[in-house]
Every structure is written in structure tokens, then in C-alpha cells.
């Protein structure tokens, strides 16, 4: 008899959790764009909406995209079509994280025009601090779809 | 003994003939890597032996340049023993290029390459067996990781020619030759009923992703996210090195040092050319305080190169290789085929077109994957007009950064209405091709690196001194007021055509040794921002740079006036237009 997928157990679980991540990951996106478009700036607390064409624009219409992905994969999770989908919605998020990260690393370092070669402490920790953008909140509720393939091929 | 290694194209040959002989030459995860042989030695028992890395090609029936180019190799190469790549997992296609080749008498050996993807896929293929009824040496092979390559070389000596009826008998149940295509067919399918069995294979993550990677609905908003991370991340890094550090150490530490050494001063002709022109503030030449306007060929010409390009070139070409060794470059191709098609190109030409944007010069030479010379005619003057090479870009990104995004859109709008003008009125066939899309894989860090430094080392020394000698040229044509005197004679032009200073000039001279310098050097002439985007946008469509212009006229031959006829109409119209656009929109 063939092996079923470990996703089928608490299938029902994985579907809610990408259900209600899909939703968050829709929501910013559309936000983002509706952000950019509109030309308007929006920080609340942490969270703050980029609204330039590139990091807005493009980005926002990735983030809408991996909602897009998330939400037409959780059913039947345990298929490998269905899966494939979710974990594409998250290299989406990764690449828009992973690209915001990476921005936030090549400012902390160097010191600007009027300083030294290398930022002072408070300037580089400071680049790390908040706000941030939607996709660095997504970040870590995306890597769940590491866990989900995991599953996926530790045969019940 | 001379050693050809041939096989489909996308098979791993040149992972082989790197292995072989130790050379750096580019591989790929898609097929045109190599359009022309390369030449390396083994060391083999004490002997050096000549080992020729052919372009792929599907058959002894040529189809594009560079199979034409394959084919003629083999004709030329009697007495050679051949190294017969196939891929493992598609074993019987790749026997009827063998078996072709066998039938010409060439001594062969097959490797069966790609033996773990076949494994993955659960095919089992009994290598003893297909030695026994070829009757030559077979060796299955993971050329990426080395796996049975010293076995492959081991075997040569062993490969002797065979007569196609031997195989005919010993591949029992098979009553006619193999004459024909249909009969070598059956042949194959006879031989493979032997030895090859497809066990039971399950699609896996790799595969359905894969699968989504090329259907438009899911695939282009994936292809949307790997061009942004692309870009982001080239912005970043090369924001990182020349605004960081770089500019501060030319600015600060070498213009300053090199003004303060060299002999002459302001005014003085020599120190001019080689240090800083200077400017005038108030009617006083006064000392250039940065290096994008000091102009000089130790202070411009050593900026431009390596502070403000190479990092983006680095980063550039860093990208395209992970994409490429990711296996992520073929799935592009065949997204974009439909958007293509309808210029009268196909998929494939999006690897010159990416290959451009590092730099123009291998990405003409990558048109021979195209399979008609319409094709090749289209592609080549598209590409040396409407696609800025790595180096124009990374200086693009420094004189423009709020603006980039507009001239790229423009040039890409240029590339798909002029491609699709040429599609119309130039004659010739635009074929359909079929594209194989290889499974994704990991990438290997000695691949990625070794390209990586190949490309990067080779853009150092084309562009480091054509860029020094650039900014002698123009310092000369300067000072002896010929930059001046074509200003004023194409004033009427620049000014009332194309909207930009007459001082334009210059550095459209520079655009012809070096794009990116010309760009550098449009920094420095007191203009609009959209004088600049115009300027800037002139500098891409105007006539390709020296190595790019070499490059053409070798490959295009006498097609190349075809190009140049082109390119005239296209700067005259594309660079009006944004004009009149800029006239319409009141800032003009």
C-alpha cells in the first residue's frame, strides 16, 4: 500500500493557518498598491507601506501575488500541485523579505558622505530598527512552509 | 589523437571538457552556451591529447549556425575519436546522434551523463548491455560533480568503429538496416526495449514547481519576483561598493593624490589628459572635486571601470549565473516564446537579450542559437541598440538613479515596436523551435565562481583600457576644439531634434569606445533632468560601442549594414519622439 503524505494528518489545520496567512498576505498587498498609487504615506507603529513605483509598485503586486498563491494552494495540501503553489507563495515573500534585508544590510555598513568609511553604532543599529515593511512581518509566518514539506515527505 | 566531444546541446559538454582539460569555459543550464568550438588538452598516459568542445546539435542534418558549425567540425576531423554526451534520462534520443556518428566511422564512446537524474526519475538503464550491442565503450557519468569522468578518459583507447549492421544483429528483433531516420528509430526503439526501465516515478516539489515556472498564469508573476529580486539586489550591492567606498576613495583620496603629484597643474595640456580638465567657476578654472567630472584617463578612466562598474558587472553576472545553474533561465524562455513569437522571434532569444544586459559582445555571439538569418538579423540589431550592456547600467544607476526605471521601460517599449516593424519588412522565415526545459538543481559553487570570474575578468580587460584610451580621446578632441566645432555643426540636431545640449557631442564620441564612460561623462554637461534621460537614452540607441560594432560586423557580415541602416532610423525616430513627449508634456 502507498504511504500517505504526513500533510493529510491535521490537513484541516494547515488549511486555516494558510487560509488566515493568504488573507494577511492579500490584504498587504492590495494595500501597498492602493499605497503607491494613491501617492499617500502610511506608517502605523511598526508597520510601515513603502509607496515608491519599485519597493510599492512591484512589490506590492509580488505580495499580492504570494496571497494569490497561498490561497489557491491550501486546499488539499498533501498534493505535491497544491503544495508546489503554497511553497511559491512563500518564495515570493522570501524574495521581497529577503531583498529588504539585504537593503537594510548594505546601509547599516558604510558610514555616508560626511562620516567615516564605517557607520558608528547608533546609526547601524539604527537601520535595523522599525518601521518595516509588510513582507518583513510575512517573513517569519512564511517559513512554516518549511515544516509543511518536511511533512509532506515524512510518509504516515 | 584528437578527441571531439559532441552531443545534444544542454547535455553537460562543456562541464566535460572543463573536467578534461582544466580550462574555465562557460556551462550552462541551457542550450547555446557554446556556439563555437573550443580547444583544450588532457594529459592522458603520458600523452597530450587534443579535446574539441563542439556546439550541441540534434542531428548530422544541421538546423542553425550553430550545428552547421558542428557538423562541418566532424567532417573536417577524420580520424578523431568521438566522446558522444547523452543525457541519461532521455537516452534514446541522444543514440540517434550516435548512431549517426558511428555511421560515419568515427571511433566512439559514450557517456551517459546525467546518471542521477536519470536515478531521480527512477529509469534504470543497463549501461553493460548498450556497450555490448553498440559494441563501444559506455560509461554512465555526472559531469557536474565528476562522477566516472577518469572511467570515461580511461576508455578512449577502447573505442574502435563498428559497422551499424553489427548492431543491427546484435540488437535482436530488428530485421532491417538503419539506413533511413524511420529506421534508425526502430533501431533505437529496439536497443532501448533492452536496456532501459521506466520504474514508477512520482512528481516531486522540484518538478511541480518547475511545471508552475512555465505556465503564464502562475510562471510570469514568478518571473515578476525574480527580476525584482535581481534588480533590488544589484541596486544594493552596487550601491554598496560605489557609494559606500568606492566614490569616497577616488574622490577623496586618488583625485586629490594624483592633483597634488602630478606635474603641470591646472591648464597644463598633459595634466589635462591624464588628471583633471578642470571647469570654470566665475571665469576661473578652478579644480575638479570629484572624478565623474574630473575627465582625466587616470582619474575618469580608472573611476568609471572600476569604481562604478565593476560592482555592478560583479553583482550582474553573479545573478545570471545563479539563475542560469539554477535551470531557471530555460523556464524564462519559454514564458516569454509567445510574447517573442510575435516579433518573429522565439524563446531562446532571451538569452541574448539577458546575456546583453552584462555585455553586448558575447550576447551577439549567442544569436547563433537562432535558427534563420532573419532571426539573427533582428536579434543582433535589436539587441545593439535597445539594450544597455551591465557597465551603462551600473553608471546609469549613479547619474540617473530616480530615472532608470523610465529609460529602461522606454528601451524595452523600442525593442518590442521596432522588433515587430523588422518581423514585417525584413524577409525570412521565423521558425518555431522546441524547447527543452532541464529539471532545477542546486548550483555549484566552483561553476557559479568560475563563471562569475571568466566574465568579469574578461569585461576588465576589454573595458579598462578602451576606457583610459576613451577619455584621451575625447580630453584631445576637447582641447583641440573638435568637440566644440561637431557641437556646433550638429547643433541644429542636438538642440532642435533631440532636445539635448549641443555639448552632447563629447560624449557621444566616448559612446563609441565605451557606453558607459559616455554616460559618465554626459554627468558633468549642465542639462535638464529630462535633457539628461534624452541624453542618456541617446547615448543607448546611438551606434554600439568598438567591441560590440567588431563583433557584429563578424558575425553579421554583410547584414550589418542592414544594422547600421536601422539603427540610423531608430535614433532619429525613438530619440525624436522623446522629445515631442517631453514637448507634450510642457517640460521641454
Redesign the interface.
Known amino acids: 500500500m502507498t504511504k500517505r503524505s504526513g500533510l493529510e494528518k491535521n490537513n484541516d489545520l494547515y488549511f486555516i493557518y494558510f487560509l488566515i496567512l493568504g488573507l494577511a498576505t492579500l490584504a498587504f498587498g492590495i494595500t501597498d498598491l492602493i499605497v503607491t498609487i494613491t501617492g499617500s504615506e502610511y506608517t502605523t507603529g511598526a508597520l510601515e507601506i513603502p509607496n515608491d ?2 519597493r510599492g509598485g ?2 506590492g ?2 505580495i499580492l ?1 504570494a496571497g ?2 497561498y490561497l489557491s494552494g491550501l486546499k488539499d495540501l498533501y498534493e ?2 497544491q ?3 503554497v ?2 507563495g512563500s ?2 515573500i522570501w ?2 523579505a ?2 529588504d534585508i ?2 537594510m544590510i ?2 547599516s ?3 555616508g558622505e560626511d562620516s567615516g ?1 564605517f557607520n558608528a553604532a547608533q546609526g547601524f543599529w539604527g537601520t535595523y530598527a522599525p518601521p518595516y515593511a509588510p513582507a518583513i512581518f510575512l517573513l517569519p509566518f512564511s517559513l512554516v512552509v518549511i515544516f509543511c ?1 518536511y511533512k ?1 515527505y515524512k510518509k504516515i | 589523437m584528437k578527441i571531439l566531444l559532441m552531443g545534444h546541446p544542454n547535455v553537460g559538454k562543456s562541464v566535460f571538457f572543463n573536467r578534461l582539460t582544466g580550462a574555465n569555459i562557460i556551462e550552462s543550464n541551457y542550450p547555446g552556451t557554446t556556439v563555437d568550438f573550443t580547444k583544450g588538452y588532457m594529459r592522458l598516459e603520458g600523452k597530450d591529447i587534443e579535446i574539441i568542445d563542439v556546439p550541441g546539435t540534434f542531428a548530422l542534418e544541421p538546423k542553425d549556425k550553430a550545428e552547421e558549425v558542428a557538423v562541418r567540425m566532424l567532417h573536417e576531423s577524420k580520424g578523431s575519436k568521438v566522446m558522444c554526451v547523452i543525457d541519461a534520462s532521455k537516452v534514446e534520443r541522444g543514440l540517434y546522434l550516435a548512431l549517426e556518428i558511428i555511421e560515419q566511422g568515427f571511433p566512439v564512446v559514450i557517456a551517459l551523463n546525467m546518471w542521477d537524474v536519470a536515478i531521480d526519475k527512477n529509469i534504470d538503464i543497463d549501461a553493460k548491455k548498450l556497450e555490448q550491442i553498440l559494441g563501444i565503450p559506455v560509461v554512465s557519468t555526472v559531469a557536474i560533480s565528476g562522477e566516472g569522468i577518469s572511467t570515461l578518459a580511461s576508455r578512449l583507447k577502447d573505442a574502435t568503429p563498428v559497422k551499424v549492421e553489427d548492431i543491427v544483429e546484435r540488437t535482436e528483433g530488428i530485421k532491417h538496416k538503419a539506413n533511413t531516420p524511420d529506421e534508425r528509430w526502430a533501431l533505437i526503439e529496439g536497443i532501448s526495449k533492452k536496456i532501459v526501465t521506466f520504474g514508477e516515478y ?4 522540484k ?3 518547475g ?3 512555465v505556465k503564464p498564469a ?1 510562471g510570469i ?2 518571473a ?3 527580476l ?2 535581481f ?3 544589484f541596486g ?2 552596487a ?2 561598493f560605489t ?3 568606492l566614490v ?1 576613495i577616488f574622490d577623496e583620496h586618488w583625485l586629490p593624490w594624483l592633483q597634488a603629484v602630478f606635474p603641470g597643474g591646472l591648464g597644463n595640456w598633459f595634466y589635462a589628459l591624464v588628471v583633471d580638465v578642470g571647469h570654470l567657476e566665475n571665469g576661473v578654472l578652478a579644480a575638479s572635486d570629484n572624478c565623474f567630472e574630473s575627465f582625466g584617463a587616470l582619474s575618469s578612466g580608472l573611476f568609471v571601470p572600476m569604481g562604478v562598474v565593476l560592482p555592478a558587472i560583479f553583482i550582474f553576472y553573479l545573478m545570471l549565473a545563479l539563475l542560469e545553474d539554477i535551470g531557471y533561465m530555460p523556464r524564462l524562455a519559454v514564458l516569454i516564446d509567445t510574447v517573442l513569437h510575435k516579433i518573429g522571434l522565439h524563446g531562446y532569444a532571451i538569452v541574448p537579450s539577458i546575456l546583453a544586459l552584462g555585455c553586448n559582445v558575447p550576447a551577439v555571439g549567442a544569436t547563433r542559437i537562432l535558427e534563420t538569418k532573419k532571426q539573427r538579423f533582428m536579434m543582433m540589431t535589436l539587441l545593439a541598440v535597445f539594450i544597455p550592456c551591465g557597465a551603462q547600467i551600473g553608471i546609469m544607476q549613479d547619474v540617473i538613479p530616480g530615472s532608470i ?1 523610465f529609460v529602461m521601460l522606454y528601451l524595452i517599449a523600442g525593442y518590442f515596436i521596432f522588433g515587430y516593424i523588422l518581423n514585417k519588412i525584413v524577409p525570412g522565415k521565423t521558425p518555431e523551435i522546441l524547447m527543452d526545459v532541464p529539471p532545477y538543481q542546486r548550483p555549484m559553487s566552483r561553476n557559479i565562481s568560475r563563471k562569475v570570474w571568466m566574465r568579469t575578468s574578461g569585461f576588465l580587460k576589454v573595458a579598462v583600457p578602451l576606457v583610459i584610451f576613451g577619455s584621451l580621446l575625447v580630453n584631445i578632441l576637447y582641447l583641440a576644439g573638435t568637440i566644440d566645432w561637431l557641437g556646433n555643426i550638429l547643433a541644429p540636431m542636438f538642440e532642435g531634434w533631440f532636445g539635448v545640449p549641443r555639448e552632447t557631442a563629447g560624449p557621444l564620441v566616448a559612446a563609441f569606445l565605451r557606453k558607459d564612460l559616455a554616460v559618465a561623462q554626459l554627468s558633468a554637461i549642465e542639462m535638464t533632468k529630462y535633457q539628461m534621460i534624452s541624453a542618456v537614452v541617446l547615448v543607448s540607441i546611438y551606434f554600439p560601442c568598438i567591441a560590440t560594432f567588431a563583433m557584429m560586423l563578424r558575425e553579421g557580415g554583410k547584414t550589418f549594414l542592414g544594422s547600421l541602416a536601422v539603427l540610423l532610423v531608430v535614433v532619429f525616430t525613438w530619440g525624436g519622439l522623446l522629445h515631442l513627449l517631453w514637448k507634450l508634456m510642457g517640460v521641454a
Not at chain 2, 202 to 205: F, M, N, P, W
Open positions: 513605483g519599485f512591484w512589490g503586486l509580488i501575488f494569490i498563491f505535491i500541485h503544495l508546489a503553489k511553497v511559491m518564495i515570493l524574495i521581497i529577503g531583498t539585504f537593503a548594505t546601509e555598513i558604510p558610514g568609511w514539506i509532506y | 512520482q512528481h516531486t516539489l518538478d511541480a514547481i511545471d508552475f515556472t502562475t508573476p514568478f515578476i519576483a525574480v525584482y529580486g534588480w533590488s539586489i544594493s550591492f550601491g554598496f557609494d559606500g567606498f569616497k526605471g
